[in-house]
T-cell receptor, first 115, second 114 residues
Framework: AQKVTQAQTEISVVEKEDVTLDCVYE???????LFWYKQPPSGELVFLIR??????QNEISGRYSWNFQKSTSSFNFTITASQVVDSAVYFC????????????FGSGTRLSIRP | SAVISQKPSRDICQRGTSLTIQCQVD?????MFWYRQQPGQSLTLIAT?????????ESGFVIDKFPISRPNLTFSTLTVSNMSPEDSSIYLC???????????FGQGTRLTVV
């Protein structure tokens, strides 16, 4: 069975602090995709990143970085120098390699950045 | 990446009525997915819609309550039937298929049932 766990329900930090959102997944597939999405109060789901299971290189995009550790089945997301606009709910998700596979979402982490 | 448009973006409906949500994609796709997100919750897959065949529903969702149409490779509709306040949610569509590895979503339909 596939499962995504985001143990942090809510996180609140002061602006400019760094913050890491944790994601742990379970799957029996040998190849799969991992995703992070941002959902602002408007409700839309904004795609942030996709990672293939065979590519364990960490990725950095501006203030965002992702740490993929296959050995611990984790795909953590760090925001450096957080800003108020980063306030949102963030979802980690898992999808099998097959095009017919559905996306399994974690429960989400609500991030609040205080000015 | 596919551009996905949903209509309406939001609606307030009376209980007992039905609402049809449209999802339009700017390219042909094999699969379209419909998700529900209840307030404060994560996303749950309702069904998968393939063109030319009956939609495949996930456990807990039935065709009578959530009928789906998929008339062509760029369009699908989800109807929420005989609505009750418990149906108040955000409904989102997504696409999949060969060569589509990004999981993009429409902007969602925020439904409130009163």
């Amino acid at each position: 069975a596939q499962k995504v766990t985001q143990a942090q329900t809510e996180i609140s930090v002061v602006e400019k602090e760094d913050v890491t959102l944790d994601c742990v997944y379970e799957t029996r597939d040998t190849t799969y995709y991992l995703f992070w999405y941002k959902q602002p109060p408007s409700g839309e789901l904004v795609f942030l990143i996709r990672r293939n299971s065979f590519d364990e290189q960490n990725e950095i995009s501006g203030r965002y970085s992702w740490n993929f550790q296959k050995s611990t089945s984790s795909f953590n997301f760090t925001i450096t120098a957080s800003q108020v606009v980063d306030s949102a709910v963030y979802f980690c998700a898992l999808k099998g390699y097959s095009s017919a596979s559905k996306i399994i979402f974690g429960s989400g982490t609500r991030l609040s950045i205080r000015p | 990446s596919a551009v996905i448009s949903q209509k309406p973006s939001r609606d307030i409906c009376q209980r007992g009525t039905s609402l049809t949500i449209q999802c339009q994609v700017d390219s042909q796709v094999t699969m379209m997915f419909w998700y529900r997100q209840q307030p404060g919750q994560s996303l749950t897959l309702i069904a998968t819609a393939n063109q030319g065949s009956e939609a495949t529903y996930e456990s807990g969702f039935v065709i009578d309550k959530f009928p789906i149409s998929r008339p062509n490779l760029t369009f699908s509709t989800l109807t929420v039937s005989n609505m009750s306040p418990e149906d108040s949610s955000i409904y989102l569509c997504s696409v999949g298929g060969t060569g589509i590895t990004e999981a993009f979503f429409g902007q969602g339909t925020r439904l409130t049932v009163v």
